[in-house]
């Protein structure tokens, strides 16, 4: 049951709010949703009535939100999001059954694309929408069904169901090694390449290999495929995983640098908002899901 109705403004009023905000005049938003000044200023006097306060003051020509107010259209910011979100969702597919999947780039393009035909085929009931994130988010306040995490099992509130665990290998292109290093120390007589959000990952490698204590810098990459043209372009070494470079290795666009694969810190996960009660199309995709761990 939600609150007292009367303090559910109406849609027109909340989105004028929205714009006056965002533009900063009664004008600008009227113009922005093709109504009149006045018409945008009625809504303003009709929901300051509703809601019991006043929500703006005058500077010039500009109307300024009060702090309060500026806490309040931050929210409904946010649920204006939620429901467009929800009516392109609707919009996309009227028969219902679409699935909001939050994806990882690389992971995304080279584990999970190629499988998803075979979901298609055993569930043609079910539209699967992506969209890349690269870290965890709020389920709460958003409106993905489920997503790939990378790492342990440290994303509160969810269940986890695990993909895959993941390997990596030293890499580097030909131009810039002729053939394996001989020691694995020999890394640091040469540059290194590494994810932003993994600067420690040649470290634990050294340390796999019998040095332990040393933490190499490098330059950075905020995701693995442009870290994975710097490694064939010949910008250094890299660690990747791989499952993302079987191709690149097969076709001699990457050699190993010392060494077979190690396995990585962390594993892959679907995982799902524990508070939510899954949709059956969630429940169909972590139903295939589970059929599909390596």
């Known amino acids: 049951m939600f609150a007292a109705r009367r303090y559910l403004p109406s849609i027109a009023a909340l989105t004028a709010l929205e714009a006056i905000d965002r533009l900063g005049t009664a004008s600008a938003a009227a113009e ?86 075979g979901f298609a085929q055993e569930h043609p009931e079910v ?8 870290h965890p988010f709020d389920f ?26 993941e390997e990596i290998l030293a890499v580097a292109a030909p ?50 495929a442009t870290m994975m043209q710097g490694a064939i372009h010949g910008l250094g070494l890299a660690l990747l995983p791989l499952f993302l470079i079987q191709r690149e290795l097969a076709e001699g666009r990457l050699i190993p640098a010392f060494g077979a694969p190690i396995r990585a810190l962390g594993s892959y996960y679907l995982v799902w908002p524990k508070a939510r009660a899954p949709r059956a199309p969630l429940t169909s995709f972590r139903n295939w899901a589970a059929t599909q761990t390596t």
């Not at 709460?140 to 069904?145: G, K, L, N, P, W």
């Open 32 to 117: 922005e949703l093709a109504l009149t000044q006045g018409a945008i200023s009625r809504q303003m006097k009709t929901l300051e009535e509703q809601l019991g306060l006043p929500l703006f003051r005058r500077e010039r020509q500009r109307l300024i939100l009060t702090p309060a107010a500026q806490d309040y259209v931050a929210e409904v910011r946010r649920a204006l999001a939620i429901l467009s979100a929800a009516s392109l969702t609707l919009r996309a597919n009227p028969t219902g059954g679409s699935l909001n999947l939050a994806i990882l780039p690389a992971f995304g393009m080279h584990w999970l694309a190629p499988r998803l035909a």
């Open 127 to 134: 539209t699967v929408n992506l969209s890349t994130r690269l």
């Open 140 to 165: 709460a306040t958003s409106a993905f069904d489920a997503a790939i995490h990378y790492g342990r099992q440290d994303w509160p509130g969810v269940d986890y169901l695990k993909l895959m665990d």
């Open 175 to 224: 131009s810039l090694l002729k053939s394996p290093l001989t020691t694995p120390e020999a890394i640091l007589s040469h540059p290194l390449l590494q994810l932003e959000s993994r600067t420690g990952d040649w470290g634990r490698w050294l340390a796999h290999h019998g040095h332990p204590g040393a933490r190499p810098t490098g330059m950075l990459f905020d995701q693995f």
